[in-house]
């Protein structure tokens, strides 16, 4: 008689397989070790994962209400710890690890959690510097977030009252450990933010363990520090101690008596500031008191007040200078009719008047001769074949010579140059080799001082590396624009008080740049938007200037500039200058027989 084999449908055998091992204690209530792979968290809430080893994998899964516990993020390739239960789904006939608690392995949850907290902390600027606040100097009244049955606040009074007896300290009793002290922690300053007069807070408790201090780890306390309208100071354990609200807070101190000593101030060292500051307050004024002095007797000194019959010879010249003038455009137009006939735009007229000295002796000049001149600008020149891009202008050319001649004979001339015509090379190339064969000064006069840092900066460095032609070259200035080292150093020694932002970063400026500074010259500085009326702290002015009795005097800037103008071949002047220093008698520039005016159109606008 052969067996009868029991003949089982799919879900009977699912359910004997599902009864028997349930049946099986071991599988009831067990904890896996394993790495999270094909991690999904359903919108349901239910977490899908795999469980996997190097030789087996095991599909699990963690309902909505398990899940809701966990203080961390699972993810693909986390080590975890899974406890619970082995079951069948029926549907797929799969067995399959239901998870009720799942833990990181090796590194803690808590940790875990923490680490992650952090990140997303960080990532949203919680802990980022430029969010600190400055503690005040002087709080009204200082607020603290504590158990008021702890060491921790005892040693925060003691330090406060030993600083500043009549500190105004509002106490918040808090929860520090345990489940509820989160919301106490966040509660308490809530509150003592709105305390009126609080203008700092401290937070903290004494030392403890890690779970005991957990609390200052929490997201709640973290957000209620950094939403706190009044600066924290955080003061959480012993120096080694740390937790997340020492991020977040302004400032982190290492124990509560510490932080006592941040928020509130010694009242000793508060006594000695303010005298310190009272007594530079002192000096600051007389420094304020000095100026003022200098300025009124500038003012005094002006030569509209102290020599009123001055401005009538100043205006008595000028009459003559006019008609002198007069007398030149009359020239001018009988010039410029004789050009129109001629193709090129140049007039040149002999005369000897007006605008230049004589040198002392006036001696024999040597001439230089203007075809040799000119032959720099020909092509295939030195100086050409040290620009590649050179272009023969027989305008220019033709303008050189005039130039050339007119030095020559001693004599004025007038050139009107149209634009392209490279006129700058034209007067530089025969004033540069008429002062080097003379070894006398020839004066470069510029509208403006824009155009005199063009000269200098620009066209008479190209001149100097075609002409290979060794020659001196001196740039002057009014002396405004020149610092005065004696004004410098009465300021620096009236000390920084009663100084603005603005004033104390200009003089920080001033000290950096006077260290790299040959000449002194304003220009080099980028003036701030207060800077004119700054720079007349400092600059040089002849009604201050103590001339030969000037400690500075061998390094003063507007000496060393005219120094090098009396050893220069060019110097490099503006027509303001050139008109103070002929009305002042020809006291600044140094004696000269040649006068280049470019745009001497100007003249007459700055003469007048
Ligand atoms: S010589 Fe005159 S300008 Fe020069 S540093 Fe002295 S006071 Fe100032």
């Known amino acids: 008689m052969g067996l009868t084999r029991q003949v089982l449908s799919v879900g009977q055998l699912t359910l004997l397989i599902k009864d028997l091992l349930w049946k099986e204690p071991v599988l009831r209530d067990l904890a896996v070790r394993g790495e999270l792979s094909n991690f999904r968290h359903h919108t349901s809430g239910h977490l899908y994962f795999t469980l996997k080893d190097e030789n087996s994998s095991l599909r699990g899964v963690m309902f909505r209400s398990h899940a809701m516990s966990l203080t961390f993020r699972p993810h693909d390739g986390l080590k975890v710890i899974a406890t619970g239960h082995i079951g069948v789904y029926e549907r797929d006939g799969s067995y399959q690890l239901y998870v009720r608690s799942l833990e990181p392995d090796g590194l803690g949850a808590l ?43 005892r040693d925060i009074i003691t330090v406060a009252r030993r600083r500043l007896p009549n500190v105004s300290l509002v106490m918040a009793d808090a929860i520090v450990q345990g489940a509820d002290a989160p919301a106490s922690i966040a509660q308490g300053l809530q509150l003592l933010a709105g305390v009126a007069g609080v203008d700092v807070i401290i937070v903290g408790r004494g030392g403890g363990s890690v779970e005991e201090l957990w609390a200052f780890n929490d997201e709640l306390v973290l ?34 008596s510490a932080a006592a000593e941040i928020a509130v101030p010694d009242r000793a060292v508060l006594e000695r500031t303010i005298k310190q500051a009272a007594s530079r307050m002192g000096l600051a004024l007389v420094r304020r008191t000095q100026l003022a002095r200098a300025l009124w007797r500038r003012a005094v000194l002006s030569p509209a007040l102290s020599r009123p019959h001055d401005r ?74 040290k620009f590649p891009r050179f272009e023969h202008r027989p305008q220019q050319v033709h303008m050189l010579q005039v130039v050339a001649e ?28 008429w002062a080097v064969a003379n070894d006398a000064p020839v004066v470069l006069s510029t509208h403006t001082i824009n155009l005199q840092e063009q000269l200098v900066e620009k066209d008479i460095p190209l001149l100097r590396h075609g002409l290979e032609l060794p020659f ?17 150093a009465e300021l620096r020694r009236a000390g920084p008080m009663l100084l603005d932002e603005e004033e104390a970063r200009w003089q920080a400026r001033i000290v950096a740049w006077l260290a790299v500074s040959d000449t002194g010259d304003k220009a080099e500085l980028n003036l701030p938007p207060r800077g004119e009326e700054l720079w007349s702290l400092v600059d040089s002015d002849s009604d201050y200037c103590r001339g030969t009795d000037c400690l500075y005097r061998e390094t003063c800037y507007v000496q060393t500039a005219r120094r090098a103008a009396a050893q220069a071949h060019l110097v490099v002047v503006n027509h303001a200058l050139l008109i103070s220093d002929a009305v002042a008698g020809n006291l600044v520039l140094p004696a000269y027989r040649h006068l280049v005016l470019d745009e001497a159109h100007h003249l007459e606008d700055v003469a007048t």
């Open 111 to 153: 940790y875990l959690a923490l680490e992650q907290l952090k990140q997303r902390l960080e990532k949203e600027g919680l802990f980022d510097p430029s969010r600190k606040r400055r503690l005040p100097l002087l709080p009204r009244r200082v607020g603290v977030v504590t158990s008021l049955r702890g060491a921790a606040v």
């Open 223 to 256: 957000r209620a520090v950094a939403s706190c309208p009044v600066p924290v100071v955080a003061a959480v354990g012993h120096e080694t101690d740390f937790t997340l609200v020492d991020l977040v807070a302004d400032v982190r101190a290492a124990t509560p």
């Open 312 to 385: 009538v010879h100043q205006h008595r010249q000028r009459l003559d200078e006019l008609v002198r003038r007069l007398g030149l455009s009359a020239v001018r137009r009988v010039e410029q009719a004789r050009a129109r006939s001629r193709p090129a735009a140049f007039v040149a007229r002999a005369s000897r008047e007006g605008g230049m000295r004589e040198e002392p002796g006036d001696r024999p000049c040597r001439a230089v001769d203007p075809d040799l001149v000119s032959a720099y600008l020909l092509p295939g020149s030195p100086l050409a074949r």
């Open 406 to 433: 007119t030095f020559n004979d001693g004599r004025v001339a007038l050139v009107e140059a149209g634009t392209g015509t490279g006129k700058s090379l034209a007067y530089l190339l025969p004033a540069v080799c």
């Open 472 to 488: 001196r070259v001196a740039v002057l200035k009014g002396r405004g624009n020149y610092l005065c080292l004696h004004k410098w």
